[in-house]
């Protein structure tokens, strides 16, 4: 999608567009009426001659009637064009939205919140703004220019040839001042996203950032994005600031020549008073889009800007759906899991996994052991798709995984990760998060299997505990049962987990156990961890080493 491409969100809005043109057109019409009035007002008064039959006062009111049509135009069309900027920003953040949430987790790990964060509110405005404010803007701005220029000709062409020649030098003015923005305005938008970036990130580690007394660090970083921020506003602002006046100065030095040339023409005969009088009006009339086209530039260079960054989040592939022309609609994968030659890097050169060869067997237990960094996790990653094997290949029940629709694979294969996630809400919603039409009674059943019934039910609110903000109110153990819990609601046919006890105390570890065997016995099952005590309950293990994985003897770990 280039910047062009955006122009497409009009062809959605097309009849309300074309009304309120309409609107801005006859508004422009009604405009360029206004200084002949005046000048026929002028003729009634001073020469006596009359309109239509029409008095003095009849004119007066007619032309008061025009000012009232006027200001109802403007109404209607403003209201119109903002309306349609509003839907028109709706559909954008909502494409640009859908658009993210289809992006790899390659995306999210590279990207800081508060840059997509700012693309979704600040950017997807200034495109919106654009395309139904500024241009439309253009059609009645380009409208009484004309006009303005053929109805003066028309009375006096030395006088309108004077007024003409302003048009290029308020261009070459425009061009020279207004160069400097569109880099300004760039750097300001990034520095933007910085800045709620990095709010974004103290806020989600504020008990990190307490911990460690970094208040006063954190806040001057805060502080230094900010004044950069104030330098950059400075400079545009200071840019806008000579342009306004610079232009106010061409203009009024340009009426001030059309004043002292229609003088002259006045007092040689060549022009009368009613003229005159029009003539001057319509000068003014001519300076309004001045004004218009002057912004132009500005909100030009300030929408290529966001539209670079739209468009460098919009040409990011989405996660890779289906590989092949073959697809499962089952709503279950089930058969053997192998990994065949697996490799994966994460950098080029860089091996995280190296030749892995596996093959687990439906319902089997089998634990992967290895201290952290080793790829443990990374291989249950792979399983789920969140990245792609840089070579090798990874079959469920000899079908090749990528052969599968994603939707499939996530239904198939339950995650319980040792970064723990979940929304802010109750208890009840996180364990219903992956099936939320489920009943109480499937909820409640969910968390009897990962033992977080008894602590969920002690709580004041039971199962309608708010848990805050990715669980802040919760212990790290409660929050790791019902990650547990959730991931068991949707009855997946393969279950992940990694590091299942990290979080949990010794009693609760020994619970684990106790039940592992009899809750997931009809399950396919792949731990890592780096806790040795869970080999017992495991039917094969395997070791991290050298980015592949040995097989163990599971007595040799049991100490």
């Known amino acids: 999608m280039t910047f062009y491409h955006f122009f497409s969100l009009l062809k959605n809005h097309k009849l309300p567009l074309l009304v309120a043109i309409a609107l801005m057109v006859i508004e422009s019409i009604v405009s360029l009426s206004v200084p002949w009035f005046a000048g026929k007002f002028s003729e009634s008064v001073l020469d006596g001659k009359t309109l239509f039959n029409l008095s003095y006062i009849q004119i007066a009111l007619l032309w008061l009637s025009l000012f009232v049509l006027q200001a109802l135009l403007r109404f209607l069309s403003t209201y119109k064009v903002n309306f349609i900027g509003a839907q028109m920003l709706t559909e954008l953040s909502c494409r640009l939205y859908d658009h993210i949430q289809l992006l790899p987790v390659k995306y999210f790990s590279n990207t800081k919140k508060g840059e997509t964060l700012a693309l979704l509110s600040n950017d997807v405005s200034i495109i919106s703004y654009f395309l139904s404010g500024i241009l439309t803007g253009l059609v009645p701005a380009t409208l009484i220019l004309l006009g303005a220029l053929i109805l003066m000709a028309t009375i006096n062409t030395t006088i309108t040839l004077i007024i003409m020649l302003m048009v290029p030098a308020f261009f070459v003015v425009v061009k020279l001042l207004g160069k400097g923005i569109r880099p300004i305005s760039e750097n300001l938008v990034q520095r933007q996203a910085d800045g709620v970036a990095i709010a974004s990130e103290n806020l989600s580690i504020i008990k990190l950032v307490k911990a460690f007394s970094r208040e006063k660090s954190e806040s001057n970083r805060f502080k230094s994005n900010a004044h950069e921020i104030q330098k950059l506003r400075k400079k545009q602002l200071k840019i806008q600031a000579i342009l306004s006046p610079v232009l106010q100065l061409l203009v009024s030095t340009g009426v001030l020549v059309v004043v002292v040339v229609s003088a002259m023409h006045y007092q040689s ?53 289906n590989h092949a022309e073959e697809d499962n609609s089952e709503n279950q994968l089930h058969g053997n899991i192998t990994f065949n030659k697996v490799d994966f890097s994460y950098e080029p050169n860089e091996p995280l996994l190296n030749d892995i060869n596996i093959t687990i067997q439906p319902k089997q237990k089998v634990l992967i052991l290895g201290p952290n960094g080793t790829g443990k996790s990374t291989l249950l990653h792979l399983l789920v798709r969140f990245i792609e094997p840089t070579s090798g290949e990874i079959t469920i029940g000899e079908q090749p995984l990528n052969h599968f629709r994603l939707s499939t694979v996530r ?31 499937e909820i409640e059943n ?19 505990t708010q848990v805050g903000e990715n669980g802040v109110l919760l212990s790290g153990g409660q929050r790791q049962r019902i990650s547990l819990a959730r991931a068991l609601m949707t009855e997946p046919s393969i279950l992940l987990l990694d590091e299942p006890t990290s979080m949990i105390d010794s009693e609760a570890k020994t619970s684990f156990k106790d039940s592992f065997n009899e809750v997931l016995k009809h399950k396919t099952v792949i731990m890592v961890s780096h806790e040795h005590h869970l080999v017992d309950i495991a039917d094969h293990v395997y070791e991290m080493k050298n980015h592949q994985l040995v097989a163990v003897n599971p007595k040799e770990n049991c100490e």
């Open 411 to 441: 239904n198939s294969v339950g995650l319980v990760s040792q970064d723990i996630a979940l929304c802010s809400g109750s208890i009840a919603d996180n364990i219903a998060f992956g099936y939320p039409q489920a009943s109480f009674a």
């Open 269 to 321: 005969g060549n022009l009368t008073m009613p003229d005159l009088i029009t003539l001057l009006m319509y000068g003014m009339l001519f300076a309004r889009p001045m004004s218009t086209l002057a912004n132009l530039y500005g909100q030009t260079q300030q929408a290529l800007g966001s539209s670079k960054r739209l468009n460098n989040v919009f040409n990011i592939s989405p996660e890779p759906n």
């Open 446 to 464: 969910a968390a009897k299997k990962a033992g977080a019934h008894s602590f969920i039910t002690a709580l004041e609110n039971g199962y309608k």
